[in-house]
């Protein structure tokens, strides 16, 4: 079953632009900066899309763009005079950064109320990928809930609704025991995608198994999961061999092809048939991944926001 990661956040903007609302009716708006380093077309492509979606739901985002030979203290300043802008509620330096860059000093200059990528060591925020894997996740679990009482299964936009109900009624505490049900794998783990993936699991109190360049027998690992999380970046990093029948493959890593356009770990013609449940690229991670962004930005501004309920 392809998993429709567009229908998944609208209903979560559906969500936020009330949020929204609120705020705005306190003065309030949402406010995002993105400082953009060079011109990466990967990076251009995600922050349009952050722009976009920060629209739909009434927040405004800003961004600042840099050239590719700026020094770390160029963007320290520039940080540090956002932190003590009011009118500004989220700070983001978009990744990857320019070797010149001293990335610790950046992710520890933003302040924590304002980090919504999570970078700094005092931040309240998760980095929105781990939760958007989560969120889809937390659908799956939905679904195979209402498979189990014979409801007819959807991704239509209408009924995300009612799956995300029933995640809320049963609790987070039985949604984690699923979790806890099932042998957990992440292939790769790198410092923006399978890392902080892993981080997070490990602090909701999952053990998921790594897989990273190192590891022996990485094919028989793959082979016992029950969910894997591929993270790679590379074309045919996950193969229909590699995979037990009815596994839940969630796939975050993002290689731009010859063809100029961003593919997954693997090819989904391959996995269709063995997968129980798949995410596509594109519609799959990368949309609830920006709704996840956009709803940290939200709670950032609600927490920033002395007189808000």
């Known amino acids: 079953m392809i998993i429709n990661g567009r229908a998944i956040a609208d209903q979560l903007y559906d969500e936020l632009k009330k949020r929204v609302a609120k705020l705005r009716q306190k003065g309030v708006i949402p406010h995002l900066v993105v400082l953009l380093i060079g011109e990466n077309p990967a990076s251009v492509s995600y922050i349009t899309q952050k722009k976009r979606h920060a629209e739909l739901i009434d927040a405004k985002v800003t961004i600042m763009q840099f050239p590719e030979q700026v020094t770390t203290d160029e963007l320290v300043k520039t940080i540090e005079k956002l932190n003590i802008n009011k009118s500004v509620h989220a700070i983001l330096v978009q990744k990857p950064l320019p070797e010149q860059i001293d990335v610790p000093t950046i992710d520890e200059t933003i302040s924590p109320n304002k980090d919504v990528d999570g970078f700094n060591s005092k931040s309240t925020f998760v980095l929105a990928l781990p939760l958007a894997v989560m969120k889809i996740l937390e659908y799956i679990y939905s679904t195979n809930s209402l498979i189990a009482n014979e409801v007819k299964q959807s991704i239509l936009t209408d009924e995300i609704a009612a799956l995300s109900s029933v995640a809320h009624n049963d609790g987070k505490d039985q949604f984690i025991s699923w979790l806890r049900s099932k042998t957990i794998v992440v292939l790769g783990k ?49 193969t229909a061999h590699d995979l037990k029948k009815g596994v839940i493959l969630i796939g975050v890593g993002l290689y731009r092809g010859a063809d100029g356009k961003n593919h997954g770990d693997y090819d989904e013609e391959d996995i269709k048939d063995i997968a129980g449940f798949y995410t596509p690229t594109p519609r799959g991670v990368g949309p609830v991944n920006v709704a996840c962004l956009m709803e940290n930005v939200v709670t950032a501004a609600e927490q920033q926001t002395p007189f808000s309920s």
Do not use: C, F, R, Y
């Open 190 to 238: 790198g410092p923006t995608a399978g890392g902080p993936t892993i981080v997070h699991m490990e602090k909701l109190g999952l053990q998921p198994n790594v897989i990273d360049s190192k590891t022996e027998s990485s094919h028989e690992i793959m082979k016992q999961a029950d969910i894997l999380i591929s993270a790679v970046g590379k074309e045919h990093a996950v």
